[in-house]
T-cell receptor
Framework: GQQLNQSPQSMFIQEGEDVSMNCTSS?????WLWYKQDPGEGPVLLIA?????ELTSNGRLTAQFGITRKDSFLNISASIPSDVGIYFC????????????FGQGTRLTINP | EAGVAQSPRYKIIEKRQSVAFWCNPI?????LYWYQQILGQGPKLLIQ????????DSQLPKDRFSAERLKGVDSTLKIQPAKLEDSAVYLC???????????FGPGTRLTVL
């Protein structure tokens, strides 16, 4: 089945540092999504990308839909303590296809 | 607007017992999803409903898992009998239509002993 490889699996950074994580696939996705999950909660959508090459920002978060449609990255600038959590990429393989395929997640830890 | 509601939040059972989870989606959302999230992994879709019809249940272990959404609103996911490997968080999500943003509930954490 379709799989997303997300890296790194975990990150330990200092408050104020920038963060970068990415997601790759062997198959094409037509939509890329980035979610954040806090302990004991469900994932919350951060950014959605719908076109190859698209670069979208949401506050300190920036994400890009790779030109090949097989990858995406998420950057967080000037990290703050509330950025701690697990970040998941997710892709939808078809136009209007509903099924989300999730990566394994990147656990972000911030040292104050 | 109220979010996706799930209950119970936690459940501990012994293997071979049965368990049921309940989900109430956001009002007006036609599409409802059940995901299984094993510790350290991303969520995996088990079943998707459009109103009260099943759209995708290809990854649902049908020998032990069942789900229904009889009136096209709330939904129940059942496991009978449970196995140790069913220990996971079961997430419910809903969306307005089948291609719009999915909103997740807080999940039910199941521990099978």
């Amino acid at each position: 089945g379709q799989q997303l490889n997300q890296s790194p699996q975990s990150m330990f950074i200092q408050e104020g540092e920038d963060v970068s994580m990415n997601c790759t696939s062997s198959s094409i996705f037509n939509t890329w999504l980035w979610y954040k999950q806090d302990p004991g909660e469900g994932p919350v959508l951060l950014i959605a990308l719908y076109k190859a090459g698209e670069l979208t920002s949401n506050g300190r978060l920036t994400a890009q839909f790779g030109i090949t449609r097989k990858d995406s990255f998420l950057n967080i600038s000037a990290s703050i303590p509330s950025d701690v959590g697990i970040y998941f990429c997710a892709g939808q393989p078809g136009r209007g296809a509903q099924k989300l395929v999730f990566g394994q997640g990147t656990r972000l830890t911030i040292n104050p | 607007e109220a979010g996706v509601a799930q209950s119970p939040r936690y459940k501990i059972i012994e293997k071979r017992q049965s368990v049921a989870f309940w989900c109430n989606p956001i009002s007006g959302h036609a599409t409802l999803y059940w995901y299984q999230q094993i510790l350290g992994q991303g969520p995996k879709l088990l079943i998707q409903f459009q109103n009260n019809g099943v759209v995708d249940d290809s990854q649902l272990p049908k020998d032990r898992f069942s789900a229904e959404r009889l009136k096209g609103v709330d939904s129940t996911l059942k496991i009978q009998p449970a196995k140790l490997e069913d220990s996971a968080v079961y997430l419910c999500a809903s969306s307005l239509e089948d291609y719009t943003e999915q909103f997740f509930g807080p999940g039910t954490r199941l521990t099978v002993l």
